[in-house]
């Protein structure tokens, strides 16, 4: 019984270990200065409306302090960071501009909580 179980668990390392063998596909390209430029524009302007007093105190409102934010802007994708810019650039001029930065990133927090990537508000319970 025990010879069986010891080959069925080399073989599925071998299998394991020759998948892992093959190599990937890699795939590279030349950024455009534009791009580039757009992207760091992006996150600049991101930081600007979470630098904001009135943001901050909603933010610390619901428990999240000012470094995790910038921390959390800095770790978003470039697609995250230019959705995010045209979501503060197209919304509408006043308070609900600011409740909606605030809701995404709550929402982006409660969900990295969810999954057990972070722990930030006490009150979430981690997937298993």
Do not use: C, H
């Not at 080399?10 to 580039?36: F, H, K, N, R, Y």
């Not at 409102?61 to 503060?88: F, Q, T």
Request: glycine fraction near 8%.
């Amino acid at each position: 019984m025990m010879n069986r179980l010891r080959r069925l668990i080399a073989s599925l390392l071998v299998v394991s270990l020759v998948g892992m063998g093959m190599p990937l596909p890699a795939q590279a390209g030349i950024v455009a200065t534009e791009d580039a430029l757009a992207v760091s524009s992006d996150r600049a302007r991101i930081g600007e409306v979470v630098e904001r007093a009135d943001v901050q105190a909603r933010l610390q409102a619901y428990g999240v302090s000012p470094a995790e934010v910038k921390a959390r802007v800095a770790a978003l994708s470039d697609a995250e960071a230019a959705e995010l810019a045209a979501r503060i650039d197209s919304a509408p001029a006043g308070g609900a501009s600011v409740l909606g930065v605030i809701l995404i990133v709550f929402l982006v927090l409660l969900f990295t909580d969810i999954m057990g990537w972070t722990k930030v508000f006490p009150f979430t319970r981690t997937m298993k």
